[in-house]
């Protein structure tokens, strides 16, 4: 018969450290401390050593571009002599200039044909592409997403030709119009602007359309289902399922359409190069008319920060909404 050996309770009465006495010297720190914080120092070195090139290469080629530029616009310089001091008298230029305040004018029109209408097809399209079950569908994707590859140089000559007088769009038209079309659509100032902000839409919907489409495919296909079960048609579907999930794609699809729209140089250079007079004159395309053309590098230095400072806080505005709506 074996003894019993007694039991001790797992709770111990927990041990109150006794007080440090005045005067009594402070116990000396532990060695793994010290070790611990010579390891987060060395983490902190090695992660600066690792970013000094990267961050050397961003101020060499990103920071000091933009500084360069802030400094021009400050002077008057024809890109040539030595520049003289004008302080904001560019800027101020900037802001009451016709011609310079009509390009920014019509860069928000070209928003529009840009960014809001290939956003509602792209939305439609993408709704059909994604959920369609037909023989050929990557042809048609393909096919929507083809003005992307295309160089834009070239895909301006080629409607500047069918804008002609005498092009396929004037062509067309004599098929159901009385009489012979022969409108100049580039050469018109009531009609420029609207032409060259419809190619921009058939650049962007292709965009806008493959950007949606991953966003659609990402959604899980139970939603349809239950909509489906509940009664509701293709456009409630399409509006209470589709598009509130393909919110962030929505907003990517609207940041990189208005960028486009805002900086949007070669197409108006190639079509209209800002006319008829200034009808289709956008900021980018003054910059270069104002620091190649004129020889005014400090008014273009001082419109190039101006439309930074646009495109900055629009980007801002719209990632704040987005996280938001996303809360």
Same mark, same amino acid.
């Given at each position: 018969m074996t003894?019993a050996?007694?039991?001790?309770s797992?709770?111990?009465?927990l041990?109150?450290?006794?007080r ?7 116990a ?15 983490r ?11 961050l ?10 933009i500084?360069?530029? *802030?400094v021009l616009?400050?002077?008057? !310089?024809?890109?040539? =002599?030595?520049? @003289?001091? %004008?302080? &904001?008298?560019? +800027?101020?230029?900037?802001f ?9 004018a019509h860069a ?6 840009y ?5 509602a ?5 993408a ?8 023989r ?10 083809l ?8 895909l301006?000559?080629a ?8 092009? *396929?769009?004037n062509?067309v038209?004599s !098929?159901?119009?009385p =009489?012979?079309? @022969?409108? %100049?659509w &580039?050469?018109? +100032?009531?009609t ?16 806008v359309t493959?950007l ?8 899980p296909?139970d ?12 456009f409630?579907?399409f509006?209470y399922?589709?598009?509130?999930g393909?919110?962030?794609e929505i ?5 990189l359409t208005i960028?486009s729209?805002?900086?949007t ?11 008829? =007079?200034?009808s289709t004159t ?10 190649f053309?004129l ?16 495109i900055?806080?629009?980007?801002l ?11």
């Amino acid at each position: 018969m074996t003894s019993a050996q007694p039991i001790r309770s797992a709770a111990l009465p927990l041990r109150r450290r006794p007080r440090r006495a005045r005067g009594e010297a402070a116990a000396p720190s532990s060695p793994n401390r010290g070790s611990g914080i010579s390891k987060r120092r060395g983490r902190a070195l090695a992660a600066v050593a690792l970013m000094a090139l990267p961050l050397a290469v961003y101020g060499l080629f990103m920071l000091y571009p933009i500084g360069r530029v *802030l400094v021009l616009s400050l002077y008057t !310089w024809d890109g040539l =002599g030595t520049g @003289t001091w %004008a302080g &904001l008298d560019n +800027y101020r230029l900037t802001f009451t200039d016709p011609r310079l305040v009509g390009a920014f004018a019509h860069a928000l029109v070209l928003i529009v044909f840009y960014a809001v209408i290939p956003l509602a097809i792209g939305l439609v399209l993408a709704s059909l592409l994604a959920r369609a079950k037909v023989r050929g569908i990557g042809f048609f994707r393909t096919v929507v997403f083809l003005p992307q590859v295309i160089a834009m140089v070239v895909l301006a000559i080629a409607w500047r030709q069918i804008y002609q007088p005498n092009g *396929l769009l004037n062509t067309v038209l004599s !098929w159901f119009v009385p =009489g012979e079309v @022969t409108t %100049a659509w &580039l050469g018109d +100032y009531s009609t420029a602007l609207v032409a060259v902000g419809l190619i921009g839409t058939w650049v962007s919907t292709g965009l806008v359309t493959v950007l949606l489409m991953s966003g659609i495919a990402g959604i899980p296909k139970d939603y349809y289902e239950a909509a489906t079960l509940d009664g509701a048609g293709w456009f409630r579907q399409f509006r209470y399922v589709t598009v509130p999930g393909v919110r962030a794609e929505i907003l990517v699809s609207l940041t990189l359409t208005i960028i486009s729209a805002l900086k949007t140089f070669d197409l108006v250079y190639m079509t209209t190069s800002g006319g008829p =007079g200034t009808s289709t004159t956008v900021p980018s395309y003054e910059v270069y008319n104002q620091a190649f053309r004129l020889g005014q590098v400090g008014t273009a230095s001082s419109l190039a920060v101006v439309l930074t400072l646009v495109i900055f806080v629009i980007n801002l505005t719209l990632n704040l909404v987005g996280e938001r709506g996303q809360k």
